[in-house]
């Protein structure tokens, strides 16, 4: 029990660290926007991604270091290559929403937008046969009030870059539930190198095929480029790969959806945005869902006792 609770406690710190810097991408991701595409910008930072963590996975591997939580089975490389590239393509179209959704929408906006997977991924539990507690539901119903709040202006319309940035919390979702599948075969790090792959890959054959972007394009905005492949990539993401492990995914949803916060605290703090009065009543409202939506997992999370063991899911 001391074993899992300290599992528990690692991922959750490791979470926390990738949802702040996750909220400090949003103020490249959005500068990036004013010198290059966003394939090709997607491209750039996840294939750098590659490059940083690939170094460090060959000298752990020659090290000999094991994942603890496996046993000495070892893993098909056919499963891995599965795990990437499904995990992969999930990313890819993630990202790519939020990336087209940004050319005309807030940084702090998108950030509170795209936490609307905490909501989505109990809802998509329903396709493993998880039924949605009522405050799940509830939790849609603010979590749609949010929206229309941050979304909509005065004359009742949505603007463009919150609907694509919306629609990329199914694919954020879907990705979250597949790492949390995946990780019970594959060790984190080596699951973080194949998705930024392959997600790199075809961010790049889109680019070519769509932008064919140029360097002197690419220049101005490099540090865009560093920061997102190094940081946010080679630090977030794999920190949320190793840490989810450990961790039930919609208690994982939460941790991560803090990520909004941090967005609107960079927004400010870096770019000078601002929310107005309605709109800072639909994060009110976007958060109060976050934590209506996984009520349960949350008290579950503080405390063990009142995890199912048979189901999996936390709470009573």
Not at 184 to 207: H, N, P, R, T
Not at 275 to 292: K, N, P, Q, T
Request: charged fraction near 15%; proline fraction near 4%; charge should be positive.
């Amino acid at each position: 029990m001391k074993a899992s609770r300290n599992k528990n406690t690692r991922g959750t710190v490791l979470l926390v660290f990738a949802s702040i810097i996750w909220g400090s991408s949003f103020v490249p991701q959005r500068v990036a926007m004013q010198h290059m595409q966003p394939f090709t910008f997607t491209a750039a930072r996840f294939l750098l991604g590659v490059f940083v963590l690939l170094p460090i996975l060959m000298v752990l591997k020659s090290g000999g270091k094991k994942d603890p939580d496996k046993t000495s089975e070892k893993v098909p490389l056919k499963t891995y290559l599965t795990a990437g590239g499904v995990c992969g393509g999930l990313l890819f179209m993630a990202v790519s929403f939020q990336q087209f959704g940004m050319q005309t929408t807030d940084a702090g906006k998108a950030g509170f937008i795209s936490s609307m997977y905490v909501v989505v991924v109990p809802l998509l539990g329903l396709i493993t046969g998880r039924r949605p507690r009522k405050t799940v539901w509830l939790g849609v119903l603010l979590a749609v009030a949010g929206v229309y709040l941050l979304s909509f202006s005065s004359q009742l319309r949505i603007e463009r870059g919150d609907l694509i940035v919306l629609m990329g919390t199914v694919f954020w979702a879907a990705h979250i539930l597949m790492l949390d599948r995946f990780l019970s075969e594959v060790d984190g790090l080596s699951l973080a190198v194949l998705q930024f792959l392959a997600a790199g890959l075809i961010a790049l054959a889109a680019a070519l095929l769509i932008e064919k972007p140029e360097i002197a394009q690419i220049q101005p905005g490099l540090w865009t480029i560093l920061y997102s492949g190094i940081v946010v990539v080679g630090g977030g993401y794999t920190l949320q790969a190793v840490g989810q492990k450990s961790i039930h995914p919609t208690v994982a949803a939460i941790i991560m959806s803090t990520e909004a916060v941090f967005a609107v605290f960079f927004g400010w703090a870096l770019l000078g945005e601002h929310l107005s009065i309605r709109e800072l009543a639909g994060c009110v409202l976007m958060f109060a869902a976050v934590i209506a939506a996984q009520m349960p997992g949350f008290w579950g999370f503080f405390s063990p006792k009142l995890a199912n063991t048979e189901t999996g899911e936390i709470g009573t």
